[in-house]
C-alpha cells in the first residue's frame, strides 16, 4: 500500500512537472522552495477551473515565502470576496516602497522635478468578466514566475519595474462560472459545443453580484470593486495596465492596436494610440509567433468609452492594453479549426502578461516621460480654451453629492462658490477627466462604436450645468462631509413635511412604511410655515401626520430624527394644516401611500443588467427589497400577493394563459411596469394597447446597390449604442415628481420607439423637437423616430395601469436623473390616474 502510494505521488508529481513546463519551460529555473501553482493546488493549471479563495491563498502563500512579494488589499466585493494585488519586485524595491511611491507621484505632479531613476509601476489586472477565466489562471502562473523564477530575463525585468497583479477584478462572476464548469467537467472531457459546460444558466458568471459589467464601471464608479480599485489606482497612478479578457470560442487571439478611436478629435495623446500601441504589438506578435499562436488587430473594439479597463489608463497617463482570447468556455471546446483547450488559453494570456513586462522594460524611459508630460499637456490644454470652467447649480442636496462624489473619486477639483452652486475648473490635472464629465459631441469620425458614443457623466445626473469663460473658485471640496447636513428637527405633535425635490424621497418613503407609519404625498404644491420659517413644497412633497398615525408621537419623533441623518434629508415640523398658500394638509390632494409590493421577472432571456440595475437601486438607495421570480417559475406564482410587477428589457413568450393572468392582475387595480423592450412583448401580447412607431417602406423605390464588405457598417450605423437625449417632462404628473425642470436628459441604447398616447394626459415625456445632446444619431433616427415618439406613457388597463419606459431609467447603476422616475412609478403607481379626455 506504501509503495502504491508512493508511485502514485511521483506520477503526480511527473505530471505537474509537465504541465509546469508548457507554460513556464522558458523562465527556469526556479526556486526550489517556492511552490509552483500545480504544486499549491495539486493539480495542473488548467485542470479545473480555480476558485477565487485558492488564488487569493497561493497569492497570500507567496507573499509569505518570497522576498520578492507581499500582498495587499484594496476592497471587498459585494459577497464579500478579498481584493487583493500582490506587489512583485526586487526585494530592495519592496523596502522602499513608499519612496518610490513617492518619487513615483513627484514625478506626475511636479512637471518641472527632474527625472530621478526609479522603476515602472506595472498593473496586470486579470479577469474583469468573471465567465472569461483564463486570465485568472494565467495570473497565478505571472505571480510565480516573477517571485519564484532565477532566470536573467526575469531578473532583468524586476531591476527595472513592480509588478502590481490584480488577479481577479470580479471574483462574485468569476466564482459563479468556475462553479458551473467544474460542475458540469466530464471525464473525459467533453468537446461539444452543446454540452451544459459550454452554456452557463442566466445570468452567467460575466457580471458581478447584481450583474452590473465591471468593465464599463471605471469611469462610472458605482460598485466596490470599482471604487476599490480606483482608489488604489490613484495612489500608483501604473505607467502600464493590462486588462485580459475571452471572445467567442471561433475567434483566435486579439491584442491592440484597437480600430480606430470613435471620436472626431480624442482627447488623448496620439503617442497613447499611435507610438505606443504599435510599438507593444510588434513585442505581442514576436511572442505570440514564437509559439504558433494565430492572432489579430485593428479589426475591432474600439476605446472611445473611457471607462473601459484597458481605456481609462489612458486618460491617467498610463498605458491600457487590451486582450481577448478566443474562449474554451470550459476546458475543452470543439470548433471549424479543431479543438480549443483551457491550458492553450491559458498560455495565451500568461506569454502576453510576461511580454507586457518586457515591452515596458524595453520602453521604460520614453512611458515615464510620457507620462509626466500627460499631465502637464493637460494643464496646457486647458489654458488654450475659452471654456475656463463648468458651474452647476443643484438645490437636491443628495442628488449633488452623488455627482460630486463621482468627481472627487476620479481626483477632479470641485469648488462650491455659494450655497447650491459648484465651479469645476478646467485648468487642472484631471482636465480630460473634466470633459469626459462635462463636455458633448455630435460629430464623430466613425459611426459605429464598440458600446456607448456617450457618456457625459454630468447628464446621467440630469444635472444642468454651463461653461464658463472665468474660472470661479470658492471652497475647494475634498469630501462630502463639508457639503451642508439637515438643520435639527423640532417635535411637532401635528404633522411633519418634507420636500418632494429629493433624491432620497422613495427611501424615506419605504422607511417609514416600514415603521407602520403612514406616509402622504401632496398632488399639488403648498407653501406654509415650518420650524425653519417660510418654506414652499412642490408636487410630491411628502406628509406625515401625528395624531392620526399607530405610532406614537414620540416614536415618530425619534424615527424622523434618526432617518433625517440616516438618508441626509431635511425634514420640516409643522404645527398647522392651514397653510400659507396651495392647498392645505387635509386637502383631497394630499392623499396616503399603500406600502409596495414589487416582484420583478428574471431567467432566460430577460436582460439581466437591466435586472441588475433595478435590484441594486432598490438595495443600495433605497434598502428595499424586491422579490425575483425566474420566468421559469412564473406560471406557479400568486400574482395577487404583490401589487407592482417589474418587467425589463428581454424576451417573453407567453401562451394565452400567462398572457390572461397578467392582463387580469393589473385589471384589478395593480401596476406593471415596463422597460424597453418588455413593451414589444406586452404589445405584441396585446396587454399593452400602445403602438410602436413604424417607418413604411416604399417597395417601388429601387434598391441602392452597395458593397458587401459594407454590411455590417451600414446596418451598425442605424443602432444606438448610447446617447443622451432631451426629453419634456410633466411636471405635474406623479411620474414627473421630485423634479424641477421640464427638460430632462435620458439616456437610450435602444430602438424602443413608442407612440405617444391618445390620451393628452398619459404621456408624460415626449422627445424634445431638437432631441440630440450627446452621442452619435443617424439622420434617419433623428428625422424619422425621435421627434414623433414619447419616452414614458401611461395606459389604463382595467382598474390598473401598465407604464412604459422606452429608455431604461437605471442605466448601469449612474442614472441618477432618472432613477426617481422609475422610484415614483413603483411607489406612486396606484395613486396614477388615466383619464382618457
Known amino acids: 500500500m506504501k509503495l502504491k502510494s508512493v508511485f502514485v505521488s511521483l506520477v503526480l508529481f511527473l505530471n505537474v512537472a509537465a504541465a509546469q513546463d508548457y507554460f513556464t519551460a522558458r523562465y527556469t529555473p526556479f526556486d526550489s522552495t517556492i511552490q509552483s501553482p500545480e504544486a499549491f493546488l495539486e493539480r495542473p493549471v488548467g485542470a479545473q477551473h480555480t476558485r477565487h479563495d485558492q488564488i487569493v491563498a497561493y497569492l497570500e ?309 510620457y507620462q509626466k508630460k500627460f499631465f502637464a499637456s493637460a494643464m496646457s490644454n486647458a489654458a488654450k480654451q475659452k471654456i475656463k470652467a463648468y458651474v452647476f447649480e443643484e438645490k437636491d442636496q443628495n442628488l449633488a453629492n452623488g455627482f460630486i462624489d463621482k468627481l472627487l473619486r476620479h481626483q477632479i477639483e470641485v469648488y462650491q462658490t455659494s450655497e447650491d452652486h459648484y465651479s469645476v475648473p478646467t485648468q487642472q490635472p484631471q482636465y480630460r477627466m473634466v470633459q469626459s464629465f462635462f463636455e458633448t459631441y455630435s460629430t464623430y469620425r466613425d459611426s459605429v462604436f464598440y458600446d456607448a458614443s456617450a457618456w457625459s457623466v454630468a447628464n446621467f445626473y440630469n444635472i444642468k450645468y454651463a461653461a464658463s469663460r472665468t474660472a470661479q473658485k470658492g471652497q475647494r471640496i475634498t469630501s462630502l462631509d463639508q457639503l451642508p447636513q439637515p438643520n435639527a428637527l423640532a417635535k411637532s405633535d401635528y404633522a411633519y413635511v418634507v420636500s418632494g425635490q429629493d433624491y432620497n424621497v422613495p427611501a424615506l418613503i419605504h422607511a417609514l412604511q416600514q415603521e407602520e407609519v403612514v406616509v402622504s404625498v401632496a398632488f399639488k404644491p403648498f407653501r406654509t410655515q415650518t420650524h425653519l420659517g417660510n418654506y414652499a413644497f412642490p408636487y410630491g412633497s411628502l406628509m406625515i401626520p401625528v395624531s392620526t398615525q399607530k405610532v406614537s408621537s414620540e416614536r415618530i419623533y425619534q424615527l424622523l430624527t434618526t432617518l433625517q441623518k440616516q438618508w441626509s434629508i431635511q425634514v420640516h415640523s409643522v404645527a398647522t394644516g392651514y397653510n400659507l398658500g396651495g392647498v392645505d394638509l387635509g386637502s383631497r390632494y394630499v392623499q396616503p401611500l399603500k406600502p409596495t409590493k414589487a416582484v420583478m421577472l428574471i431567467g432566460d432571456g430577460v436582460r439581466s443588467y437591466e435586472a441588475g440595475e433595478v435590484w441594486h437601486l432598490l438595495d443600495a438607495r433605497v434598502n428595499m427589497p424586491i422579490t425575483k421570480v425566474p420566468k421559469r417559475t412564473f406560471g406557479r406564482l400568486n400574482l395577487d400577493e404583490y401589487n407592482t410587477l417589474v418587467m425589463v428589457s428581454g424576451r417573453y413568450d407567453w401562451d394565452e394563459k400567462t398572457q390572461q393572468k397578467i392582463k387580469n392582475w393589473v385589471a384589478k387595480g395593480n401596476t406593471l411596469i415596463a422597460i424597453g423592450t418588455a413593451n414589444e412583448a406586452l404589445i405584441k401580447a396585446k396587454i399593452l394597447s400602445e403602438k410602436q412607431i413604424t417607418i413604411p417602406t416604399d417597395s417601388t423605390q429601387a434598391v441602392e446597390r452597395k458593397p458587401y464588405v459594407d454590411a455590417p457598417e451600414n446596418r451598425g450605423r442605424e443602432q444606438l449604442g448610447g446617447v443622451f437625449v432631451k426629453g419634456i417632462l410633466d411636471l405635474t404628473h406623479p411620474l414627473g415628481f421630485g423634479y424641477r425642470y421640464p427638460e430632462i436628459s435620458l439616456y437610450k441604447n435602444n430602438l424602443v420607439w413608442l407612440s405617444p398616447s391618445k390620451s393628452p394626459y398619459n404621456t408624460v415625456i415626449k422627445y424634445a423637437e431638437k432631441a440630440h445632446i450627446d452621442g452619435y444619431i443617424s439622420p434617419k433616427i433623428s428625422r424619422e423616430y425621435l421627434p414623433k415618439a414619447a419616452s414614458l406613457l401611461v395606459s389604463p388597463v382595467g382598474q390598473g395601469r401598465i407604464i412604459s419606459f422606452a429608455d431604461n431609467p437605471n442605466f448601469r447603476g449612474s442614472a441618477y436623473g432618472t432613477n426617481r422616475l422609475f422610484l415614483n412609478a413603483l411607489m406612486l403607481g396606484d395613486k396614477i390616474q388615466t383619464p382618457k379626455e
Open 61 to 369: 502563500y507567496l507573499a509569505k515565502v518570497s522576498p520578492r512579494a507581499k500582498i495587499t488589499y484594496y476592497g471587498k466585493t459585494h459577497e464579500g470576496r478579498k481584493l487583493p494585488i500582490l506587489i512583485v519586485g526586487e526585494p530592495s524595491h519592496l523596502e522602499q516602497l513608499d519612496a518610490l511611491q513617492a518619487k513615483h507621484l513627484a514625478h506626475i505632479q511636479q512637471p518641472s522635478s527632474a527625472n530621478e531613476e526609479r522603476p515602472l509601476f506595472i498593473n496586470l489586472g486579470y479577469n474583469v468578466h468573471g465567465n472569461e477565466p483564463s486570465s485568472s489562471e494565467a495570473a497565478l502562473l505571472a505571480a510565480y514566475t516573477f517571485s519564484a523564477s532565477q532566470s536573467q530575463e526575469v531578473l532583468d525585468y524586476l531591476a527595472e519595474a513592480i509588478i502590481f497583479i490584480d488577479p481577479t477584478i470580479n471574483p462574485d462572476g468569476r466564482d459563479r462560472h468556475t462553479q458551473w464548469a467544474n460542475t458540469y467537467q466530464g471525464s473525459p472531457l467533453v468537446a461539444d459545443p452543446n454540452d451544459a459546460e459550454h452554456n452557463e444558466y442566466w445570468p452567467g458568471g460575466r457580471t458581478n453580484h447584481y450583474w452590473f459589467d465591471l468593465n464599463r464601471d471605471w469611469l462610472l464608479a458605482i460598485n466596490p470593486e470599482s471604487q476599490g480599485k480606483l482608489a488604489w489606482y490613484h495612489q500608483w497612478y501604473p505607467n502600464v495596465v493590462t486588462d485580459f479578457h475571452e471572445m467567442g470560442t471561433q475567434s483566435t487571439y486579439f491584442f491592440e492596436p484597437m480600430k480606430d478611436n470613435g471620436s472626431a478629435d480624442p482627447i488623448m495623446p496620439k503617442e497613447n494610440y499611435g507610438y505606443l500601441n504599435e510599438r507593444f504589438g510588434n513585442y505581442f506578435a514576436q511572442a505570440l509567433d514564437s509559439i504558433g499562436s494565430l492572432y489579430f488587430t485593428k479589426e475591432v473594439f474600439d476605446g472611445t468609452y473611457p471607462g473601459y479597463g484597458s481605456s481609462y489608463p489612458d486618460l491617467q497617463g498610463g498605458l491600457g492594453i487590451l486582450f481577448e482570447q478566443a474562449s474554451s468556455r470550459g476546458h475543452v471546446q470543439k470548433t471549424p479549426n479543431g479543438q480549443i483547450k483551457f491550458p492553450f488559453t491559458i498560455r495565451n494570456q500568461f506569454i502576453s502578461s510576461i511580454t507586457t513586462v518586457k515591452a515596458a522594460v524595453a520602453t521604460k524611459e520614453y512611458l515615464q516621460d
